[in-house]
């Protein structure tokens, strides 16, 4: 189905069925809140459902040539490092509640759930490390047939062919998908700041070329499992009762919210970069009365599709860049295997399209990878210190000086 199907059907989100938490309105308006005034405790989780369905429906109405593109990535690392932030903040003006049963169980369970979100933030930037020795790779190809190298000649020569085959081969091993590339890929960088040192002169290389990227404090070891992660991250994940709503106060039902966003985003994240062990076997089960549940269900079901078609299933990752990179030069390379000496006219006009194509994936990895390392590692973070903050909180709330 097209992106537009869901802009037409799906635009009200805010009218798309009731959230839990209006359900029993009138009960939760008889309880006497322990926090003193549950309408506007109630008022505030409403507004949060609200927003978060509002972002999710902006990332989904994103057309089909934008979805899992390096600006909607980093579109949506912005959606949950917003979601977070308000989330946040409903904890800290409910922080008597959030130390009390159930809530702190929900809580408790909430930030297990984000420090196995931190391993999943950790390998993805392994895999946006490993895009950009990608890079690398067609900046070499670029270099090689590029017009900066034929100003100073009146054509193309073999000289400059096999520089750019060269490296369209490294290129293309590379890209394989670990499942499908044996050992080519068995000794790759599994965690930043890990170092390899068995393996080839290269391969020492690559290992030294990481060791800045330290900042983060874990490591996924050698047979850690992305989709397995994930699964972990998604494992009793269910939404609310109506009795821990009420007994909550609803807060209950932000916590699952965020919980649901939280998944969606590590698995989107895995669906588009590379990283060790892929899988996107991941159940989706969220009620439909949640306002945000449409967007959200509406994007897993198209990332799902985008990974069965017929050129993406063995692809290492669905991020748009990747799928122009690896067409793009396998394209070029095609063409450096059937060309002959000297070059005709026709077929250096046709070398100079491929790599003016070429050249414009190339801007875009310039333009948007670096940003999105850097959002990552603000999303590890960010996780890192609000459920430090929280569990602060559990501390001075259990021991009262």
């Known amino acids: 189905m097209p992106a537009t199907d869901y802009q037409g059907t799906s635009s009200p989100l805010t009218n798309i069925g009731r959230s839990l938490l209006p359900v029993r309105r009138d ?62 903040v409903i904890l800290f003006n409910n922080i008597a509640l959030v130390k009390k049963s159930p809530m702190d169980r929900l809580i408790a369970d909430f930030y297990e759930r984000t420090v196995k979100a931190l391993d999943v933030c950790n390998a993805i930037r392994d895999g946006i490390e490993q895009i950009r020795q990608w890079q690398k790779l067609l900046e070499i190809v670029l270099c090689a047939l590029g017009d900066s190298n034929v100003g100073y000649q009146r054509s193309l020569g073999e000289g400059q062919f096999r520089r750019a085959r060269k490296a369209l081969i490294d290129l293309a091993i590379g890209m394989l998908d670990e499942k499908d590339s044996g050992q080519a890929l068995a000794h790759r960088n599994r965690s930043f700041g890990r170092h390899n040192t068995s393996g080839s002169h290269s391969k020492d290389h690559h290992h030294r070329s990481l060791g800045h990227f330290r900042s983060l404090s874990w490591s996924v070891s050698r047979s850690w499992s992305a989709a397995r992660q994930l699964q972990a991250i998604g494992n009793n994940l269910a939404a609310p009762r109506g009795n821990e709503v009420l007994a909550t106060n609803g807060l209950a039902v932000p916590v699952y919210t965020m919980g649901s966003v939280l998944l969606f985003v590590m698995w989107a994240l895995v669906a588009a970069i590379p990283c060790q062990d892929r899988g996107l076997q991941v159940h989706f089960n969220v009620p439909r009365q949640f306002p945000w549940s449409a967007p959200i269900l509406w994007l897993y079901e198209r990332i799902l599709e985008e990974s069965k078609k017929r050129d993406r299933k063995n692809a290492c990752g669905l991020l748009r860049e990747i799928y122009q990179m690896e067409k793009c030069s396998r394209l070029l390379g095609e063409l450096a295997d059937s060309v002959q000496f000297p070059l005709s006219e026709d077929k250096e006009r046709e070398v100079k399209q491929r790599v003016k194509e070429l050249e414009q994936v190339l801007d875009a990895l310039k333009e948007d990878l670096e940003p999105l390392e850097k959002q990552v590692r603000e999303v590890f973070h960010r996780i890192v210190r609000s459920r430090t903050e929280g569990l602060d909180s559990f501390a001075r709330g259990h021991n009262p000086e």
């Open 27 to 88: 009960q939760v308006h008889a309880m006497e809140s322990p926090i003193g005034g549950s309408a506007s405790n109630e008022a505030e989780i409403e507004s949060f459902q609200r927003r978060v369905a509002d972002r999710f429906h902006d990332l989904a109405s994103a057309p089909s040539d934008e979805l899992l593109s390096l600006p909607w990535v980093r579109k949506l690392l912005d959606v949950f490092l917003c979601c977070q932030e308000e989330f946040r």
